[in-house]
Every structure is written in C-alpha cells, then in structure tokens.
C-alpha cells in the first residue's frame, strides 16, 4: 500500500506494504510481494516514508540524489534514520559557509545559546499553556503554573537548568490533558514513556513527536541553515540536532492537537493498536492523513509546514544579524 498526503501538497508518500523499489519509464516503481505494481512520477515526489520491508537498491537511492528526494526509514512504527541527499555541494558550501560559522560561533558562545535555548522552550510553554486554554482548562485550577515555569527557564544559566525545568513543566502539562481527551476509559494520560511507549496514548506522542522531526528536518534541508548544529539538544551520537530544537515549538500545535483532534471525534479508538501498543496498518493511515492535513491547514494564510520553514530563517537572521528571535507563539 501507498498512501500519498492529503492534497499531495508536500509531495509525501508512504509505503505501508513490502517489495521492492525500481526505477521504470522515468517513474519510481513499487513492486509488491504479488507482483502487483504502483508507480509514481518522480516530479511528484518529495519525500518517501517507509514502514515496511522493501528492497532498493544504490540506483534507486542515485535516483533520490539526483532528483533530491528524501528518504525517512521506520521500523515497527519507531523512526530508525534518514536519508538526505545534498544535491549541488560544492555550491551548497560555498553559500552556506559563512552562516555555518555563525551558527558555530553562537554554539561556542554560552550566552547566545542559552538565549536560542531558552526561546524554544518559552515557546513550547506558550504554546502548551494555549492548547489548554483553548479545551477549556482553567491553568490555575489545573495547577499549571504558566508565569513561575517562563520565570523559570528566564532565569536559568546552563542547558541542563532549561532541560531540567523543562521536565517539571511537561509533566504538569500532561496532567491536563485527561481534562481534554474525552475518552478516559481507553486513554487516560498517567505519565509520559517512550522507549518502549506503555500504552496507547504514548505511542501516538511518540510517533506524532518523531513526524514533526522529520517534518522540520525535511524543511530546515530546504534552508541555509546546517541541521546538524542544535543549541538545546545535545549532539551526542546524533547526527542533526537542530530539528530537535527548533520542533519544541511545534510538538504542540501539530502533534499534541492531532492527538486531542482525532481521540476526541474517534478518527482513531483503541482498535487501531495492537496488544504492543502499535499501530494496525488502518491505524498508520489515518494518523497520516490526519498529520497531511494539519500540516496543509492554514494559519493567517499560511501552512504549518511553511510556518516550520519560516522559523527556520526566522533563526537564521538572528543567527546573521543579531536581530532578537522570538519564537512563533500560536
């Protein structure tokens, strides 16, 4: 099976079923196990997720070089890498050297990282704090204390102060959400687990989480900014950190709202999980076409996806110029 996005506005496509890709009359081909067979344009394509056991081969993965295409691999519904060609180096290093030793010299200075730092975690706050608001939840009644939690990463002087406070903040917003999902008896919200997710409701995050990665990944790849350099996040074994980063804007207004969204209209019931907490192959679709959507939708005319972009060179130019960054607050 391959599920194509909503509208085909980013030009996403999903491989739920194994086989095999081939390259056949200028066209990616699928070839099923049967040997049934689904093409699709290469100018159609922008990115390719798979879910599944499919071969392919270095022609195929040429191809996605030369045509700059990515490709997202997952395995049982956990995301394991990417592939992400960079077409045109040589011009690509030239333009891009001197905002690379920008954002080197703004990681090496302590005060301007913590200033990049704390401005995804007030953002992620605020945010958070407005998904509440928005389902009714009365902040002070639901102990969420919006004003201590930004006083605290304000006045926080390392990296590890903001993650630590950071912790302190999600976990009181997760307290609220069982005062917004309605459906309690399936998936009430006790804590937050990841590796593996404990149940239903953990998986979603987790894999919600992982999509807006590879959402601003895919999108900072389109910038001059070079992902591997994160300011929050550290590299450690890592390849590319700032997606990290910068995504701790946007978990709640994409991930977290998909998740009220489509548990509370029951697009998606205990039934599309198995006994592991993972999603059936009903289920993976309409989390995708529910993420397509959200991330076509419109926000004073302009598209979640564009607005990840828009955030990215928002970083650039303070990155390039100084300016104050304030980070996008919905």
Same mark, same amino acid.
């Given at each position: 099976m391959i599920l194509s996005s909503v509208k085909n506005r980013s030009k996403a496509h999903f491989i739920l079923s194994d086989g095999e890709l081939l390259y056949k009359h200028s066209s990616l081909v699928f070839q099923f196990i049967d040997g049934r067979e689904e093409s699709i344009p290469l100018h159609s394509i922008d990115e390719i997720y798979i879910f599944s056991a499919v071969n392919l081969s270095t022609q195929i993965l040429s191809?996605?070089?030369?045509?700059?295409?990515?490709?997202?691999?997952?395995?049982?519904?956990?995301?394991?890498?990417?592939?992400?060609?960079?077409?045109?180096s040589e011009d690509r290093n030239s333009q891009n050297s001197n905002i690379f030793i920008e954002q080197l010299k703004s990681l090496l200075n302590n005060r301007k990282r913590l200033y990049i730092a704390k401005a995804f975690i007030i953002g992620a706050i605020y945010n958070s704090a407005n998904n509440c608001e928005r389902h009714g939840v009365n902040l002070k009644q639901a102990n969420f204390n919006l004003d201590q939690y930004v006083s605290n990463i304000k006045n926080s002087e390392t990296i590890e102060e903001i993650m630590g406070y950071e912790g302190i903040y999600k976990k009181n917003y997760y307290r609220c959400w069982n005062l917004i999902i309605h459906n309690q008896q399936d998936f009430n919200f006790s804590e937050r687990s990841k590796r593996p997710p404990l149940d239903n409701i953990n998986a979603l995050i987790s894999y919600l989480n992982t999509r807006v990665y590879t959402t601003t990944l895919h999108e900072i790849f389109k910038t001059k900014l070079d992902?591997?350099?994160?300011?929050?996040?550290?590299?450690?074994?890592?390849?590319?950190?700032?997606? !990290?980063?910068?995504?701790? %804007?946007? =978990?709640?207004?994409?991930?977290? +709202?998909?998740? /009220?969204?489509? !548990?509370?209209?029951?697009? %998606?019931? =205990?039934?599309?999980?198995?006994? +592991?907490?993972? /999603?059936?192959?009903?289920?993976?679709?309409?989390?995708?076409?529910?993420?397509?959507?959200?991330?076509?939708?419109?926000?004073?005319?302009?598209?979640?996806?564009?607005?990840?972009?828009?955030?990215?060179?928002?970083?650039?130019?303070?990155l390039e110029n100084g300016e104050t960054y304030k980070p996008f607050i919905f």
């Open positions: 191809i996605f070089s030369r045509e700059n295409i990515t490709l997202h691999i997952f395995q049982r519904n956990f995301y394991r890498g990417t592939y992400q060609p960079f077409t045109n992902p591997r350099i994160g300011y929050l996040h550290e590299s450690n074994d890592r390849e590319f950190t700032l997606h !990290l980063d910068i995504s701790e %804007i946007f =978990k709640p207004i994409i991930a977290d +709202n998909i998740i /009220f969204e489509i !548990l509370n209209s029951n697009y %998606i019931t =205990k039934d599309y999980f198995s006994k +592991n907490f993972r /999603f059936s192959a009903d289920g993976l679709k309409r989390v995708e076409i529910a993420l397509a959507r959200k991330l076509s939708e419109t926000f004073e005319n302009i598209s979640w996806r564009d607005r990840i972009r828009i955030e990215v060179n928002k970083l650039r130019t303070y």
